[in-house]
């Protein structure tokens, strides 16, 4: 048996997809209610949770595979894990954004940079040998900036609707997101041949 934890909410269905593409049975998965567990009829076991609890459940041996973004990644301490497949849905990007004037704007002071990823910024800023304060914000991070909190954000950028919306652009970008396959370093050791028989066959999903 192979156990899998998926992040569930704006990725769940492609990565359903993906694995429907790839021929696992996702019957379960299509007939999902309430409950959070499911076993599919190629011996998969799989649990869907939030995308930092993907990364507890590996790190604890819990499961053997994790479908998750990468900035859930960056922004983790843990990483003692394989990356085997970068699905390439959930694609979007981290970016530092602002007001237009921002860039031209001098600071007396700290910058503030709020932020729901505080690890990100906190790497992105250091890579500048510049000392910020970061605010962590929950979710809705351009109001940072909206409600004079914070004088930038680092945040994901899809379409750059939200940022357009409240009058904000980005200043550079930082790195790519996407969806990817970790696996638990021991799990490979015990279950290697049916672990890269799944990449194999996402792989091939993906081209087809
Ligand atoms: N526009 C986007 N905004 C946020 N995440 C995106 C976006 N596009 C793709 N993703 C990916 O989808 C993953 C899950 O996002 P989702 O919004 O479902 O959960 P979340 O970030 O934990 O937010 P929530 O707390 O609302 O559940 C993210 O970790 C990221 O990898
Ligand atoms: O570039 P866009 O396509 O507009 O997408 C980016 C927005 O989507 C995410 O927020 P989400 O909808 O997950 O809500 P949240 O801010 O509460 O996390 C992200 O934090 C941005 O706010």
């Known amino acids: 048996m192979i156990k899998i934890a998926i992040t569930k909410g704006r990725i769940q269905k492609q ?3 993906l ?3 790839a021929n696992y049975d996702v019957e379960p998965i299509l007939n999902l209610g309430r409950e959070l567990q499911i076993k599919t009829k190629d011996d998969l076991q799989i649990i869907f949770g939030k995308a930092n609890d993907v990364i507890t459940f590996l790190e604890h041996g819990i499961v053997d595979i994790g479908f998750v973004g990468k900035d859930t990644l960056d922004e983790n301490d843990f990483d003692d894990y394989y990356e085997l497949l970068d699905l390439k849905i959930g694609q979007c990007i981290f970016a530092l954004a602002s ?3 921002f860039s ?3 600071f007396q002071r700290r910058k503030r940079i709020a932020s ?3 690890r990100v910024t906190k790497k992105y800023f250091a890579q500048k040998q510049e000392d910020i304060e970061i605010i ?3 979710g809705s991070v351009e ?4 409600v004079g909190l914070a004088d930038a954000i680092v945040d994901i950028v899809e379409t750059g609707n939200t940022l357009s919306a409240n009058g904000l652009e980005i200043i550079e970008k930082i790195s790519d997101i996407s969806t990817r396959m970790i696996v638990n370093k021991s799990s490979f050791k015990f ?3 049916k672990i890269i028989e799944m990449v194999k066959r996402l792989e091939d999903a993906q081209t087809n």
């Open 15 to 17: 990565v359903t997809n």
């Open 19 to 21: 694995l429907e593409n």
């Open 99 to 101: 007001y237009p004037d």
């Open 104 to 106: 031209n704007k001098n």
């Open 116 to 118: 729901k990823y505080p």
């Open 136 to 138: 962590k914000l929950e």
């Open 143 to 146: 109001l940072g900036p909206v």
């Open 191 to 193: 279950k290697k041949d």
